[in-house]
DNA sequence: CGGTCATCTGAACACCCGTTTAGACTGGTG
DNA sequence: CACCAGTCTAAACGGGTGTTCAGATGACCG
C-alpha cells in the first residue's frame, strides 16, 4: 500500500483484521472477542479505537469502499474496463471483495455511496463506449448502468451458488479461471438473448402486457 | 388479534409469521420472541413446533422452495416464460420473494436445492426457446442459465439499491410498475452490450489478457 | 364425574453479545 | 527516584438470545 501515514498501528491492524473475518466467516461472524482474538489483544481494545462495534463496521466499509475506489480509478486510468469487479478482482484484493460482497446486502451508508459512485462513474465511461461505437446506445443509460452494475454486484453476493453450480470462486479466481463465468457473460453480452424473431413476437404481445389484467394465471385470492 | 378461528393451523401460522418477519425485517430481525409475539403465543410454543430455531428456518426455507416451485410451474404450465422471479413477482407472493431475498445470500440446503431446480428447469425450456428460434443459441447453455439465474435472484438480493438508483421495488412491485428496471433489461437481453466493433476488437486484446499484468505487493501484514 | 393426553405458558437457565471500568504495564520526564 | 499520561488487560455488568421445564389449561373419553 502506497498510500499514508501510519498503517501499522493497532488500529488498522483490528480494521484488517474485521474485514478478512467477514470476508471470510460472514458479517454475523465479526464479533468484539473474534476481531480481538485474530488480532491477539483483548475485546477491550477494539472498542477503545473504534468507539464501538458499529464504529468497527463503519471504519471498516468507508476503509473498503475507499480502496475499491482507488483500486477502480488505478484500472480506468490504465484502460478502458467496463467490467468493474472484474478489473477489481485481477489485483489482490480478495478480501476487500469477500467483504463488500457480505455487506452488499445490508444498509450501509458507505456502501450505498460506493454502490452509487461506482454507477455513475460506469454511466461516464459507458457514454463514451457508446459515442466510439463500441457500445449499443440505451434508451436510458443510466437505467443500464444500474441493472448491470446490480448484476455484477449481484453475482458476487451469489458467489455461494455460482461456485457451487460452475466452480468458480468469484472472489478468489483471477484471469483464466474465471472463464466459466466470464465466458458466458461474454457471450450474452455480445449477442443478447433474444433473437430477432422474439423481438418481433413480443412486439405485438406488448399491447396485451398494457392492460394490466392480461394474466396467464389464474388469481389465487 | 384475531380470535380463535384460524383455518391454519398453529404450525403454519408460526412459519408464515416468521417469513415475514424475515421479509420486512431481516433475518437478524428473526427471534424466537419476535414470531411468537407476531403470532400470539409464547417463545416456548415455537420451539414446541420445530424443536429449535433452527427447525423453523429449515421450515421456512423449505415452504418457501416449494411456494415457489408451485408458482413457478403453474406459470411455466400457462406458458413460456423466461424470467421466473417476474413470473413470481405477478401473484402476490411478495413475502416469499422477500423472504428469498433475504436467505439468498445465506447458506442453506433448501434454498441451495430450490437455485438447482430453477437452473436445471431454465436450461429445459432456454432449449426448447433456441429451437424454436426465439433465443440465440449460447457455447454452454447451462452455464448462460447458471449466469442468468445468478443476475437475477442477484438483483433482488440488491433490492435496496436498485430501489434506491432506480425507484422501484423489486419484491413489492407488480406490472408496469417495474419498468424502470425492466425496460433496460429487455434491451440489454435483446441488443445485448457490445456493438460487433467491440467484439472486433477485443478478439485481438485477448492475447493480452493470457499474460498476468503487474503483480502489485501487499504489505502491513 | 375423573383420568389422560397434548398443548401452551411463564419463569427460569446458560450462553454470548457489546460495553464499562479499575487496575497493571509501559515509556518518557522532572 | 517519583510522577505522569497513555495503552492495554481482565473481569465484570446488563441485555438479548435459544432452550428447558414444571405446571396451568383444556379438550377428549371412558
Known amino acids: 500500500m502506497c498510500s499514508v501515514i501510519d498503517d501499522r498501528t493497532l488500529r488498522a491492524r483490528l480494521r484488517d483484521a ?13 464479533t468484539a472477542r473474534t476481531v480481538a482474538q485474530a488480532t491477539g489483544v483483548s475485546a477491550g481494545s477494539v472498542i477503545n479505537h473504534f468507539g464501538s462495534m458499529a464504529g468497527l ?19 480506468m486510468a490504465a484502460g478502458t474496463d467496463l467490467d468493474v469487479i472484474g478489473a477489481l478482482r485481477e489485483v489482490q484484493v480478495a478480501p476487500l471483495v469477500g467483504y463488500l460482497a457480505a455487506v452488499l446486502s445490508e444498509d450501509s451508508p458507505a456502501v450505498a455511496r460506493l454502490v ?10 459507458m457514454e463514451q463506449g457508446v459515442a466510439a461505437g463500441l457500445l449499443e446506445p440505451a434508451a436510458d443509460e443510466r ?14 453476493v451469489m458467489n455461494r451458488h455460482i461456485h457451487r453450480l460452475l466452480g468458480v470462486d468469484l472472489t478468489a479466481a483471477t484471469g483464466t479461471e474465471l472463464a466459466p463465468y466470464v465466458a458466458p457473460v461474454m457471450e450474452l453480452y455480445s449477442k443478447g438473448l433474444f433473437t430477432e424473431a422474439f423481438r418481433q413476437r413480443s412486439a405485438t404481445a406488448f399491447e396485451h402486457a398494457a392492460t394490466p389484467d392480461a394474466r396467464r394465471g389464474r388469481e389465487g385470492s
Chains 1, 2 share one sequence.
Open 18 to 30: 474485521a474485514i478478512e473475518i467477514v470476508a471470510a466467516r460472514g458479517v454475523d461472524a465479526l
Open 57 to 75: 463496521r463503519q471504519a471498516c466499509d468507508e476503509y473498503v469502499a475507499a480502496e475499491i475506489r482507488r483500486e477502480k480509478h488505478k484500472a
Open 116 to 125: 452509487d459512485e461506482l454507477v455513475d462513474d460506469a454511466v461516464g465511461y
Open 143 to 156: 437505467a443500464r448502468a444500474v441493472v448491470l452494475m446490480a448484476w455484477n454486484l449481484g453475482a458476487l
